[in-house]
């Protein structure tokens, strides 16, 4: 791939990651913080469903654009999710490669059945340092 190419995908993700973090923004502001002592109809874990949904891309297509963005910058890709991270906090895109970890691991369990406490946990995360850590990286990603 020539570097006019990789540019180009780093442009065409870039735009990914702000289609993406929108689409978590709406969900957010459509929901109010999960409840692990209410018992939740279907139509009422829906909304909950989409940010989960949404949650995943977005930190699927953020890691996407650091993979790219670091090759652009460097010429190469490092061979794990946790050096590419290392990179990205050392570059300022993102405040801490910990929290990244942990999206990362919260995105993995969102596909298991969980307790109710667990559950309110994850979206507690997801509505709180997370949302904030997502809003940091985009406003850093607009700016290159």
Known sequence: MSQNDIKIL?????????????????????????????FYSPDELEPYDA?????????????????????????????????????????????STEIWMNMRNVRNKIVHDYLPTETKIMYDEIMGRFWNEFKNTKEKIIKL
């Open 51 to 95: 940010l989960s949904d949404r949650f995943i891309r977005c930190v699927e297509i953020c890691l996407k654009f650091f993979r790219a963005y670091e090759k652009m910058m460097f010429a190469v890709n490092s061979d794990t999710v946790r050096d590419i991270l290392n990179q990205m906090e050392k570059l300022e895109l993102i405040s």
């Open 10 to 38: 780093v442009t065409e993700l870039q735009d990914k990651v702000i289609k993406s973090y929108v689409l978590v923004e709406a969900s957010l502001n459509k929901l109010d913080p999960y409840d692990n002592n209410k």
